[in-house]
């Protein structure tokens, strides 16, 4: 894949630690050629983000808390001192109060549940809308997502809820955005080990039960989720949107598993 990516620039949201699918999607389009440009949350993010961007060649990093009204706004007023346009952006943005994540999903509280809508689904449509003038070459807008969207899974409460709505969005901004040439899709990994995943309750026997019944009899590891990134963000994809893609060893397609 070297030089799929060449001559393209993109933004990167969300990147926690070498361990995060948002690092492992960078480090395929970086290798492929891209040139990156880097958000993190806060100061503390800051110390983990600049590391790892500059690591990958990346000089432009900027802070972004979503949580706050025109912050994407500000992204963007950061990006055109360096660049005159965007070809991709990797959403991985996601957020929700961890006492939310345990036990009944009735249970979420107003607060709570407001604030994972924001910052794991409000967050995605934000940017498209903000940095939509700079992608005029048309381009791609990816964002992750979890089987949990569309079907339950142990602790995942209104986080699911949220991602249901971040993939109601990936539809209805690939609408919006096609006639600008730009391509949204959502990228929907099994589980990885994470630090985001390690904060929903049981995750160990979701990740063991996926292991267990996926046809390919495993869970995909970051290296498998980055290059599935490197196609959506690259023209090796550029027929396809409105889309969520799978990368989880063909987990999503099991109803009943196989009696062993």
């Known amino acids: 894949m070297s030089g799929l990516m060449t001559g393209k620039r993109g933004l990167i949201m969300g990147v926690a630690n070498d361990k995060s699918i948002a690092y492992g999607i960078a480090k395929a389009v970086a290798e492929a050629g891209a040139e990156l440009a880097f958000t993190y949350q806060n100061d503390m993010m800051a110390k983990r983000v600049l590391p790892l961007a500059e690591g990958l060649g990346s000089t432009i990093t ?11 706004d500000q992204v963007v007023k950061t990006l055109k ?3 005159d346009r965007v070809d991709f952006v990797v959403h991985a943005l996601a957020f929700a109060d961890k006492a939310a994540l345990t036990g009944a ?14 910052i794991s689904a409000f967050s995605f449509t ?6 939509r003038p700079m992608m005029t070459d048309g381009g791609s807008m990816i ?10 899974t142990p602790n995942y409460n209104v986080m699911g809820v949220a991602k249901a709505a971040l993939e109601a969005s990936v539809r209805y901004l690939a609408v919006d955005l096609g006639r600008d040439r730009i391509r ?3 990228l929907s990994a099994g589980p990885v ?11 160990r026997h979701v990740f063991r039960h996926s292991e267990t019944h996926a046809p390919l ?3 995909p590891d970051m290296h498998e989720v980055g290059r599935a990134g490197l196609y959506l963000t690259s023209d090796l994809s550029s027929g396809v949107t409105g889309e969520i893609h799978y990368v989880d060893g063909g987990y999503h397609h099991i109803g009943v598993p196989r009696d062993e």
């Open 62 to 72: 900027m802070p972004n808390d979503v949580s706050v009204d025109g912050a994407a």
């Open 81 to 83: 001192q360096h660049w």
């Open 193 to 203: 080990k994470t630090l985001a995943g390690a904060a929903i309750g049981g995750a």
């Open 105 to 118: 999903y009735m249970d979420v509280n107003r607060q709570a549940f407001l604030d994972s809508m924001l």
């Open 126 to 131: 934000e940017i498209a809308r903000a940095i």
């Open 217 to 219: 009899g495993r869970n």
């Open 184 to 186: 949204v899709n959502g």
């Open 143 to 152: 964002t992750l997502t979890y089987l949990g969207a569309n079907r339950i």
